[in-house]
């Protein structure tokens, strides 16, 4: 048993020797990763710092030419000066040991060269030109082809005037970036804006290297430490590295940083088995310090988060357009926004001096928001107030409307008041100035109602006037001819009675009575003008109403070619009797006056149904009327009649009567002559 026991325990101890080095490995490796993560960056900063160094010397180099008054003649047209740029193109090459420099013309032709044999590429040249003419200052350009050096220019547009007439190139040779200090097995890489490498200070892995064999997809991994720091590591071929990125804005380049993982795995691998070798006790006391490791860098972030917190809440109390007072229970300012201050005119050293009821103390003795402040300790359960308005006073002592609030602010076991004050003098001004310009508008407006009414007044007597004078004129010249005509029918008859002339009597008699039945139709045409409204239009036979019609209008219509076209779906319309026949008599009677000088009079009528309406259409081809005379064609006394031959009132019944029965009327004239009338009339079947 003791055996057993004993075995057991071995066992135990082996598995707590295994776990406690996977563990120890895993830590070491975290540790190890964490101190690489942080050298990687110090070094890859300061490489930078080298880096832009080495570049800003050059960065001055274009306008060198694009200032030189010699390059600016050149390009102005002087040719007889290339060889001296050239010369001067060569020692400024030398004495800034660049790989070359060139002057091109705007659209990128090689003008001037410091170098005799080479020549710049026409790719790298029209990249150049690209980029000048889109921002048109000085830009850099990085170029790389296939087993090629990478190309590296400077370039700076040179003006005339206000346009560009030449570009001057410095070409840099970039090896001095991978000539800074690294170490044997760390790898510099640069990328362009497009994503390609062209640098690589490997021999082994270089820029061709990357862009043909390297896929990130596939060969990076990326990995969280403890300290929530993500980091990323490469494997090229059976090699790997920590990985650290950084763009450069001003160049668009990506500089990545290679570090070698295998001293850090060689070092975690030596770690892990001397912890492993330790004792169980030695294994709890590191796993208990690790604990209160991670504890204390979970403290700290919390730490930090409230921090954060606390400085969010304050920025946004600060930048707030609403004032703010933090008081304690006395009614004392404990603290105060910069929005308050502004309101209130108040200083730092006059906030400590100042009670809260003093800035509301506006000469109203019974103000709520007064008496609150000056009792709040009294009164802490009334300290709950929204959106009152009162009136506040600044320091010094000029008065502003505000809307007030107050509500309690516990604090760390303290009851405190949160004030809010905001400032509505500018609505209060827009409120007056509102309410003065309603004023001013109702006072006008009833002016003008007023006025309205009264020349409404004015214009109905006007028009009243006016229409009973037409009348009275169209009536009383009517009426004098037949008056006129009996006075003197009637002497001649008393004449020819004393003679015994019985059969001029009898003719003159005959006159008579036409001249009566004349007077009877005006009077009956006043009579129908002033009818009756209907109350309630019922359903009318259409056909039987137009065969009566023209029934009636046999005679008239004898030298008259009319036709007659009726959909089969219409039988019956909204209306009443009596007003559609007088209506259809009125269109036909007047087709018949406006066709009798016609050899070929032709007149039709013609009905079809149109959504829920019956329409009726009345054309001739008659004389028709002035197109100007169509506004005021259904107006009373508007005729093209001569004197005696009508009153002028057949055509506004007829509009009324189609008024009366809900439907329209309306007139056209005709495309070759004559004019048609529409009647628009409710189908009873609706």
């Not at 800034?96 to 003008?111: F, R």
């Not at 710049?120 to 030109?129: G, H, K, N, R, Y």
């Not at 709040?376 to 010094?396: P, Y």
């Not at 009528?605 to 001739?620: L, M, P, T």
Request: hydrophobic share 40%; glycine share 4%.
């Amino acid at each position: 048993m003791i055996k057993i026991h004993r075995y057991w325990l071995l066992l135990l101890a082996c598995l707590m020797i295994i776990v406690v080095q996977l563990v120890s490995e895993r830590i070491a490796t975290q540790w190890q990763l964490e101190q690489a993560q942080q050298q990687t960056e110090q070094r890859l900063l300061s490489y930078i710092g080298e880096a832009r160094h080495s570049l800003r010397r050059f960065y001055h180099l274009p306008y060198l030419v694009t200032n030189d008054s010699e390059s600016l003649r050149y390009l102005e047209g002087e040719t007889e000066r290339q060889a001296s740029i050239e010369q001067q193109l060569i020692k400024l090459d030398k004495a800034a040991n660049t790989k070359g420099w060139y002057i091109l013309s705007a659209s990128g032709d090689v003008l001037a060269s410091s170098l005799k044999r080479q020549h710049l590429d026409e790719s790298d040249a029209d990249a150049i030109v690209k980029q000048i003419h889109q921002q048109r200052e000085g830009v850099s350009v990085v170029t790389k082809s296939k087993d090629a050096i990478p190309e590296y220019f400077l370039a700076a547009p040179i003006y005339l005037g206000f346009d560009i007439a030449g570009i001057a190139v410095v070409q840099i040779d970039l090896s001095l970036l991978t000539e800074q200090w690294l170490a044997s097995d760390e790898i510099i890489l640069v990328q362009n804006a497009q994503q390609q490498f062209f640098l690589s200070s490997s021999k082994v892995f270089d820029a061709d290297w990357f862009n043909d064999s390297f896929d990130p997809s596939q060969s990076s991994q990326s990995r969280d430490l403890y300290d929530q720091t993500r980091i990323t590591l490469w494997q090229l071929d059976k090699t790997r590295y920590l990985a650290l990125s950084v763009v450069l804005d001003d160049l668009q380049w990506r500089l990545t940083y290679l570090t070698p993982l295998r001293a850090i795995e060689q070092t975690v691998n030596w770690l892990s088995w001397s912890i492993a070798a330790a004792c169980v006790l030695i294994l709890l006391l590191v796993v208990i310090r690790y604990q209160r490791y991670q504890k204390q860098l979970s403290h700290v972030r919390i730490q930090k988060l409230i921090e954060e917190s606390e400085k969010r809440l304050s920025g946004m109390i600060n930048k707030t357009h609403v004032g703010l007072l933090l008081l304690d229970k006395n009614g004392q300012i404990t603290d105060i926004n910069p929005m308050a201050k502004r309101y209130f005119s108040l200083s730092d050293s006059m906030v400590q001096s100042i009670q809260a009821w003093q800035l509301f103390d506006a000469g109203n003795p019974n103000s709520t928001t007064l008496q609150l402040l000056q009792n709040l300790s009294k009164n802490q359960e009334l300290a709950d107030i929204s959106s009152v308005e009162t009136m506040a006073r600044r320091s010094d002592g000029s008065y502003f409307p505000v809307l007030f609030s107050i509500s309690q602010f516990p604090w760390h076991s303290h009851n405190y008041y949160l004030c809010t004050i905001m400032d509505i003098s500018k609505r209060k001004k827009a409120e007056i100035a509102l309410e003065s310009a309603n004023q001013q508008l109702q006072k006008r407006v009833e002016e003008r109602t007023h006025a309205l009414k009264e020349a409404q007044k004015e214009l109905i007597e006007t028009s009243k006037l006016a229409a009973l004078g037409r009348m009275s004129s169209a009536v009383t010249h009517e009426l004098n001819q037949p008056l006129t005509g009996l006075r003197t029918l009637l002497s001649s008859n008393q004449l020819l009675m004393e003679r015994g002339e019985t059969k001029l009597l009898k003719a003159n008699m005959n006159l008579v009575n036409t001249l009566i039945d004349r007077m009877a139709n005006m009077t009956s045409q006043l009579k129908s003008f002033a009818f009756n409204r209907l109350e309630k239009p019922h359903p009318v036979s259409l056909t039987l109403a137009l065969e009566e019609v023209l029934r009636i209008q046999q005679q008239a219509l004898s030298q008259v070619d009319i036709r007659v076209r009726i959909a089969n779906d219409i039988h019956d319309v909204m209306g009443e009797e009596v007003r559609l026949r007088q209506v259809l008599g009125n269109l036909i009677s007047n087709a018949i006056d406006a066709t009798k000088a016609l050899p070929t009079a032709k007149i039709t009528v013609s009905a079809y149904r149109k959504e829920e309406y019956v329409i009726v259409d009345v054309s001739d081809n008659g004389c028709g009327i002035a197109p100007e005379q169509l506004d005021s064609i259904f107006e009373p006394f508007q005729t093209t009649k001569k004197m005696g031959e009508g009153l002028g009132l057949g055509l506004a019944i007829s509009a009324n009567n189609m008024k009366d029965m809900r439907g329209s009327i309306s007139a056209n004239l005709n495309a070759d002559a004559g004019m048609t009338f529409r009647l628009s009339l409710i189908s009873a079947q609706e």
